[in-house]
């Protein structure tokens, strides 16, 4: 059985910083492609980041360009989410997920993952 664990949300106040962590289990992360997304209250869940581990490859969303960073601990099977100079735009719940894609291939459209986290709560405010 698949699962992933996301921890390390919180409140923090704006320009603070958060690691966020998915923990994977049930499946090879070998093959796979983690994805970060977020929603805000009313909105769509938007695509922020994903690592393809088929050939190492990170991408991300305009939106969070040069303040979040992914990585990614093969030993402990999880996939982190560093978020810096956070805004309170930044608020939402934080989800990771799980696919399988071919190398240089990636996609920050929900729709593509199969496998999902149950969220973290980050709130950025005074």
């Known amino acids: 059985q698949v699962q992933l664990v996301e921890s390390g949300g919180g409140l923090v106040q704006p320009g603070g910083s958060l690691r966020l962590s998915c923990a994977a289990s049930?499946?090879?992360?070998?093959?796979?492609?983690i994805g970060w997304f977020r929603q805000a209250p009313e909105k769509e869940r938007e695509g922020i980041s994903c690592?393809?581990?088929?050939?190492?490859?990170?991408y991300y969303a305009d939106s969070v360009k040069g303040r979040f960073t992914i990585s990614r601990d093969g030993a402990k099977s999880t996939v982190y989410l560093q978020l810096t100079s956070l805004a309170p735009e930044d608020t939402a719940v934080y989800y990771c997920?799980?696919?399988?894609?071919?190398?240089?291939?990636?996609?920050?459209?929900?729709?593509?993952?199969?496998?999902w986290g149950q969220g973290a709560q980050v709130t950025v405010s005074s």
């Open positions: 690592i393809n581990i088929n050939d190492g490859a990170i």
């Open positions: 049930g499946l090879s992360l070998d093959n796979a492609a």
């Open positions: 997920a799980a696919t399988y894609f071919s190398r240089n291939y990636h996609s920050l459209a929900p729709s593509e993952y199969f496998f």
